[in-house]
């Protein structure tokens, strides 16, 4: 994709045959070996961020990971409710898209989520995968409506979100690297681990294998947003970095999501070096 705001990135997921402990440490020998993605950068701006935050993506054929690395030297978090509005704290995100709807999971420093999925509109109509489905009943369910953010409006228009729907068999973990909120000593940061199986991404495969076949696109935005700044004090307005500039402060741009195409190829066989291309 080639606009003002350039191209987005794009990633090669690679198998992994190693299991992987869901416990936020990231010990496993693959996160050493699979590639990372290059530091987050400012949301509108393009700008390196304050903090070399990062993320790494690998798959087996039940589960697709997700590693986070967010440096902070004063971890913050507030929110310990399910679904409490965790981009109020320091966070990192991650969505998913398919051609019509989209995942939205949000995870805080205590391990707090929030999670979404967003569906067009425009797309509630008769012989769409999502009409009529109860689950998917604007009457019924907690919903949130959304067009776009911070002045923002994306050409497709309103999207429903439906709170009620959590990713099935979603796992996840954060560990700390220091003391969350605690301003006399200096933290090392939090990291992250998420499982999402594969059996989870059916309303969103439009179609594609699952797990991936070889050289599957899937649109994948990681993402972390610090309403707290490296002094651990408030920031007078959030500070949002992401794996592509969005131009905007809106994480919701399935367009700017990083292109991440699936190899069967195992991370244990591979160079990390040779395989991740950003702009």
């Not at 050493?32 to 290059?38: G, I, L, M, R």
């Not at 003391?179 to 998420?194: A, H, L």
Request: negative net charge; contains cysteine.
């Amino acid at each position: 994709m080639t606009d003002e705001l350039g191209k987005v990135a794009r990633y090669t997921c690679f198998r992994t045959n190693e299991p992987i402990r869901i416990d936020g440490r990231l010990e496993e020998r693959v996160w050493k070996q699979a590639p990372w993605s290059t530091p987050f950068v400012d949301i509108v701006t393009g700008e390196p961020a304050f903090f070399p935050t990062r993320c790494c993506l690998v798959w087996d054929d039940i589960h697709l990971y997700i590693a986070f690395d967010v440096p902070e030297p004063h971890v913050r978090a507030t929110l310990t409710e399910r679904d409490s509005p965790i981009y109020n704290d320091n966070d990192v995100e991650v969505f998913i898209a398919g051609r019509d709807a989209y995942y939205e999971f949000e995870v805080n420093a205590f391990g707090t989520i929030y999670e979404v999925l967003w569906i067009g509109k425009d797309t509630f109509r008769p012989g769409s995968p999502y009409f009529g489905r109860p689950e998917f009943d604007p009457n019924t369910r907690r919903t949130m409506t959304l067009a776009g953010v911070g002045g923002y409006i994306h050409p497709r228009g309103e999207r429903w979100g439906f709170l009620d729907w959590d990713f099935p068999g979603l796992r996840w973990a954060v560990h700390v690297d220091g003391t969350v909120n605690k301003d006399d000593d200096v933290d090392r940061g939090w990291t992250v681990e998420i499982a999402l199986p594969w059996t989870g991404f059916r309303d969103l495969a439009d179609g594609r294998s699952l797990p991936p076949s070889a050289g599957d696109l899937w649109l994948i935005d990681c993402l972390c947003f610090q309403d707290f700044g490296p002094d651990g004090a408030r920031l007078p307005s959030v500070a949002g970095w992401t794996w592509n500039r969005h131009g905007h402060m809106d994480s919701h741009i399935p367009e700017r999501f990083t292109e991440v195409v699936f190899s069967r190829l195992d991370v244990e066989a591979v160079s990390a070096r040779q395989v991740v291309s950003s702009w």
